[in-house]
């Protein structure tokens, strides 16, 4: 009987995956189509032809250093616990490759999960560690709305909803912040509400000290002036790295764009991210980039299709590789790490120490 709910257990999750995967081929399909109907591919296809292999080889060597950047921002946020510089990177990069391949971002939780199979930090405090690191992320966002009043740009309808769907959020989790500095039992209990409904069994009786302890290392987070410091900083430095790597990236297909566009464009540009895309951001990033660059900044629509189509295969090419060596140096594989992405709350409400161990035999 056993093997029988097993067996369907099993079909019933591969029936899942392949509607998935073919909803999101669907949905990568129309947005390339789309993306091919407003370039002109002719054009595009000759400025590929001359590309600087030089300048094509620095921009993705940029595109990586700025997320070992922030996997050191990830690192400084979980003092005094103490994480090596490589494995704090390694999980980091992970982390991305998952968010990369999947439509929904696991790769948060799934940072968590793995810190705490290889250093026993619990994942209450690393995934308070992880939500301070991505809010950080959405910081310049602010600083961008507060500016656009005066820098004279009209955005599109779609980029203004991708701004102030930001903005909702980052105004929720100050809102949180808030609730839980003030009364911090009221935030527990709206926390651990949604989060009892999604677990069953002996994992439901776990929610509550894990959420208690989540806000405990989020308010102590806040009593930590000097950390919150360096962090800005390693904000700061990855944001200047995302933005040269987009003027290489112009650069590199033979387009001069003024820096400042590309601060601006790219900010705005990472917004997107924290949206649900196809698998791989296939036609998603190809039309957000048109959208963001020809439509706000006036950038040549063949200029822009040429960088996005060699940045966004390229840029993949690097997260695949150095994800995948990563999960090598960790004696992990992808399916199950994977798994974590896509089943968060079964995995890490467990409290199950030996979880995360169960990766390496799977």
């Not at 709305?145 to 100050?174: K, N």
């Not at 409904?197 to 989540?214: H, T």
Request: with cysteine; proline share 5%.
């Amino acid at each position: 009987m056993d093997l029988a709910a097993a067996a369907r257990g099993r079909s019933a999750r591969v029936r899942a995956v392949a509607v998935r995967s073919a909803a999101g081929a669907a949905v990568s399909a129309l947005l390339v189509l789309t993306f091919l109907h407003l370039v002109n591919v002719g054009t595009v296809s000759r400025r590929l032809e001359h590309l600087n292999i030089g300048v094509a080889l620095l921009c993705g060597a940029t595109f990586l250093l700025a997320y070992v950047v922030r996997a050191m921002r990830w690192r400084c946020l979980l003092l005094p616990r103490r994480v090596s510089i490589r494995r704090a990177a390694a999980i980091y990069q992970i982390a991305i490759f998952i968010n990369w391949l999947l439509p929904v971002r696991g790769g948060e939780v799934a940072m968590s999960l793995l810190l705490r199979r290889s250093d026993g930090i619990p994942v209450s405090e690393s995934l308070a560690a992880v939500s301070m690191d991505k809010a950080m992320d959405l910081v310049p966002a602010a600083g961008l709305l507060a500016l656009l009043p005066f820098s004279g740009l009209h955005l599109s309808r779609p980029l203004w909803l991708v701004l102030l769907g930001t903005m909702a959020a980052v105004g929720l989790g100050a809102g949180f912040l808030a609730l839980a500095a003030w009364r911090r039992d009221q935030a527990i209990a709206l926390l651990a509400r949604p989060l009892e409904m999604l677990l069953r069994g002996s994992a439901r009786d776990r929610v509550l000290p894990f959420v208690s302890g989540f806000i405990g290392t989020l308010m102590t987070l806040f009593r930590r002036p000097r950390i919150l410091l360096i962090a800005a900083l390693c904000t700061a430095a990855a944001l200047a790295l995302d933005a040269l790597f987009c003027l290489l990236a112009f650069l590199a297909v033979g387009v001069a764009v003024s820096p400042l566009i590309v601060l601006f464009g790219y900010t705005l540009f990472n917004l997107s991210f924290v949206l649900p895309s196809p698998p791989g951001q296939v036609g998603s990033n190809e039309l957000i980039g048109l959208l963001i660059f020809s439509g706000v900044f006036r950038v040549s629509r063949t200029g822009v299709g040429a960088m996005f189509v060699f940045s966004h295969p390229w840029t993949g090419f690097l997260m695949a590789c150095s994800g995948l060596a990563c999960l090598s140096a960790m004696s992990l594989n992808l399916r199950s790490t994977l798994r974590l992405a896509r089943d968060p709350p079964a995995v890490a409400g467990t409290g199950d120490p030996e979880e995360p161990r169960r990766l390496e035999r799977q």
